[in-house]
């Protein structure tokens, strides 16, 4: 299981432009703090976008964003940097779309469920094109010829039907996810197993092409914790992480 997906790192993408906006927000101020002296409206609190998602959890999760930032600084982004160091370019880029073409079996399937079939069809067609032509989806050859790629999870597939986010949580090293989305996870990691099952592979040839995944994933997202340099990036995060998944599951 990659530690982060296609849909986070487009979603951290959006991160630092979505900062500048984010400002308006409302901050929780400290007991030291000197009051505004403009009067709030009584519903000031409803109003903040920073209280508009669900935290039950928040201790937990701070913690866990904690742990996940030491983490990613003294493991995972020094693999990372070796990973770089010691692989062509275009071994990399080769390693990313083969990665990039299994996780299509899971879009295939979450598309079906949830009765997207333009989706589906796309997606097969992706999946068809660059599993020949382009040598196991070493190379991707379907995105020039036109077939634009998807991003379905079973998360996703929840939501449609109506199932709710649920609490806000912070993943041990994936990082933001909620109770719907973790649960979701679960499936789309069996739906990755059945396609390394399909080549036939050895559980420590498994166990190892996952940890290439994972490495590769990590490599290919620019995010690093606490460069915001905001106070409230935990905020920023958990907000962004939410609007994110609310436009993926309105699509």
């Known amino acids: 299981m990659p530690v982060f997906s296609n849909q986070q790192t487009n979603f951290i993408a959006l991160l630092f432009c979505t900062l500048l906006v984010a400002c308006s927000s409302t901050p929780i101020l400290e007991e030291k703090a000197i009051a505004p002296k403009i009067a709030l409206p009584d519903n000031h609190e409803e109003l903040g976008i920073m209280t508009a998602y669900d935290d039950p959890w928040e201790g937990f999760n701070r913690r866990m964003y904690y742990f996940n930032a030491k983490a990613d600084v003294y493991v995972l982004l020094p693999i990372v940097d070796a990973y770089k160091k010691i692989t062509p370019d275009v071994v990399e880029t080769g390693l990313s779309n083969f990665f990039n073409n299994l996780g299509e ?44 790629e998807q991003d379905e999870d079973f998360g996703q597939t929840l939501g449609h039907w109506g199932v709710g ?44 092409l996952s940890l290439v995944n994972s490495i590769d994933a990590r490599a290919r997202l620019p995010f690093r914790y606490y460069a915001s340099g905001s106070a409230f ?7 962004l992480y939410n609007k994110y998944r609310e436009i993926q599951i309105a699509r």
């Open 165 to 208: 986010s649920g609490p806000y949580l912070v993943l041990p090293l994936l990082g933001p996810s909620s109770l719907r989305d973790a649960t979701g996870l679960a499936f789309d990691a069996l739906a990755d197993q059945q396609s390394l099952d399909v080549l036939g592979m050895k559980s420590e040839e498994e166990l190892y």
């Open 105 to 148: 079996i899971s879009t295939f399937i979450n598309s079906l469920l949830q009765f997207k079939l333009s989706v589906a069809g796309e997606t097969f067609g992706r999946f068809l094109v660059n599993s020949t032509v382009g040598l196991a989806g070493v190379i991707d050859v379907a995105t020039p010829v036109g077939f634009v």
């Open 233 to 239: 990036e935990y905020e920023y995060l958990k907000l």
